[in-house]
Structures are given as C-alpha cells and as structure tokens.
C-alpha cells in the first residue's frame, strides 16, 4: 500500500492529452514538493517534473506539473507513442521523514 | 556528464547481508543527496534512504533496523547494507542523486537485479 495514491492505469489516443492525479495528505503533499518520474519499460525512472511544475533542462513542454492542497496532477500533451511508460509521482513525508511514492499509473496510448 | 554505476551481487541468500555499491563518475559526492531505491519485479518504486553529504542519514521506517548506508568520498562511492534479507527484498536496485530535496532524483544509475534464494 503506498502513501500516495495514484490511478494504475490511464489511457489516451494519440495527439490528445492525458492527466495522471496523485493523492497524499497534509504530511506530504500538503506541506511539500511533489516530482515526477516517467520509467520506460527496463529502464531507470527520469525526471519529468520537480517542485511541483519545473523541467529539467531537455524535458518537453509538453509535460506539466500541479498541486492543489493534499493532491498533485501531472499533464502530457500531443501524446506519442513513445511515451507508453509508467509514471511515478515522489515526495517527502515529514511525518516519516522519508521519501514516499505513488504506486505507479501505466499510460498507454491508444 | 554525471553517471552512476552499481555494482554487487545477484544473488544473495536468506538471511545475509546484501551489498551494494554505487559508483559515481563526472561529478562529486558532496553537496547532494545520495539514495537507494528498489523495484521488486513487477512492482513499484520503494526509497530505502539516503546520505547527504553533510552525513546525516534518512530512512525508510519500514527498513530502518536493518539498512545502512556509508559513504567513501575518497572513491566517490556510497553503499547499501541490508541486513538479514528475505525473499520479499528480491528486487531491481536503483542508487540515485538528488539535488536540493531528497526527492528530486535527477541521476540513476541502470539498476541491478538482487534475488534473494538459497
């Protein structure tokens, strides 16, 4: 059972747009950073997003990030093909003074 | 470029200690945070902790009695200890760096399978 909530799966044609949704409460989401990581199948997670809705240098626009009180969204837009993966949202726990996970949600693209 | 590399071994039997190494290339083990974090197959993403070059540590409650995590700046690595493993600890092994916040992984290393099994 992970700490943060998320959708196991979502799904999306192509070109259109998706959202993924990450619930938490007031001891991580609510008083933290939220990032997001996108694991293609056999590879290491990367980072998409970081405190709450910033890219890396190299990441697209098409990628977004939100937080609204206990709950993040992560936003893809003009889906591909190539981004069928698992995406993870992460924080901080202060409670448990430890980084905490969503238990993933499978994007697959129509 | 920064890269990390972890190394180990892929199998290891119950109740023994499991060892990991991540070595770090193009940059340097201080001023971030240093992470392990695990994948059982099939599953998602657990953090089991992190060194920040200050030296404090953090862990993941649920494995706390039994991890460790050193570090060695002289050979720019950092390790996992993880004590009295069963086969619930078989799992894809990520070492990661994180910068600012320990939940910012912006660097991860390609993972490495550790089964446990006699």
């Known amino acids: 059972q992970s700490v943060l909530t998320q959708p196991p799966s979502v799904s999306a044609a192509p070109g259109q747009k998706v959202t993924i949704s990450c619930s938490g409460s007031?001891?991580?989401?609510?008083?933290?950073?939220v990032s997001w990581y996108q694991q293609l199948p056999g590879t290491a997670p990367k980072l998409l997003i970081y405190?709450?809705?910033k890219r890396p240098s190299g990441i697209p626009d098409r990628f977004s990030g939100s937080k609204s009180g206990t709950s993040a969204t992560l936003g893809i837009t003009g889906l591909q093909t190539g981004d069928e993966a698992d995406y993870y949202c992460?924080?901080?726990?202060?409670?448990?003074?430890?980084?905490?996970f969503g238990g993933g949600t499978k994007l697959t693209v129509l | 470029q920064v890269q990390l590399q972890e190394s180990g071994p892929g199998l290891v039997k119950p109740s023994e200690t499991l060892s990991l190494t991540c070595t770090l290339s193009?940059?340097?083990?201080?001023?971030?945070?240093w992470s392990w974090i695990r994948q059982p197959p099939g599953k998602g993403l657990e953090w089991i902790g992190c060194i920040h070059n200050s030296g404090s540590t953090n862990y993941n409650p649920s494995l706390k009695s039994r991890v460790a995590i050193p570090v060695d700046r002289s050979k720019n690595q950092f390790s996992l200890k993880l004590s009295s493993v069963t086969a619930a600890d078989t799992a894809v092994y990520y070492c990661?760096?994180?910068?600012?916040?320990?939940?910012?992984?912006?660097?991860w290393g390609q993972g490495t399978l550790v089964t446990v099994s006699s």
């Open positions: 992460g924080t901080w726990d202060s409670s448990l003074s430890a980084v905490v």
């Open positions: 990661a760096r994180a910068f600012t916040r320990p939940q910012n992984f912006d660097y």
């Open positions: 007031s001891s991580n989401i609510g008083s933290n950073y």
């Open positions: 193009g940059g340097s083990t201080s001023n971030h945070f």
């Open positions: 405190e709450n809705n």
